[in-house]
């Protein structure tokens, strides 16, 4: 789970968690292959001796850096939807994260490309009432059902109001 219940505030219930769609593993998945059939080339053509080790060793260097590497960042971006906020966290060595309260939320908006539609995913942008750019998440699963369900949460929790704040003499409308 991307956000434990220790970084959850009293109410707070996570609602969906997401990750990337697998579809971010297909060209470090093809290239691992073309490693293996180059560690497997190496080794019928290349005579024993240093040369073998040689090949060996660039291919180990690439299948860590293009496929590992991808790999573990793709296990460690998540994107969790609360009933109050959506958190992105990611990073292999030093963990980043952005949260945006749903009060905050004034756009939220879906691309999906011809390889997007094919796997069935595609981009959320979430665009907030502040200065900084707003949240891409990347090759989200399902990306129409998670765009239609924000915005239910939205609307579910909209005052009716600019300011996305409950006016202070207006009772709280039920959910």
């Not at 009432?129 to 891409?136: D, I, N």
Request: glycine share 6%; proline share 6%; with cysteine.
């Amino acid at each position: 789970m991307a956000l434990s219940e220790r970084n959850l505030t009293d109410g707070e219930q996570v609602v969906m968690e997401l990750r990337e769609h697998p579809k971010a593993l297909v060209w470090p998945i093809v290239l691992l292959i073309v490693v293996l059939v180059g560690a497997v080339a190496a080794g019928a053509l290349v005579p024993e001796g240093p040369g073998r080790w040689a090949a060996w060793a660039v291919l180990a260097v690439v299948a860590v850096v293009w496929v590992l590497v991808p790999w573990l960042r793709w296990r460690s971006t998540s994107f969790t939807v609360t009933n109050q906020r959506i958190a992105m966290r990611s990073g292999i060595t030093t963990r980043v994260g952005r949260d945006i309260p749903l009060y905050r939320i004034n756009d939220i908006s879906m691309e999906k490309d011809l390889v997007d539609r094919m796997f069935g995913c595609g981009t959320l942008v979430v665009s907030d009432a502040t200065e900084k750019a707003g949240m891409r998440l990347p090759d989200v699963p399902d990306v129409e059902d998670v765009h239609r369900r924000l915005q239910e949460l939205l609307f579910r929790a909209d005052d009716g109001s600019d300011d996305g704040e409950w006016p202070p003499t207006e009772p709280r409308r039920r959910r």
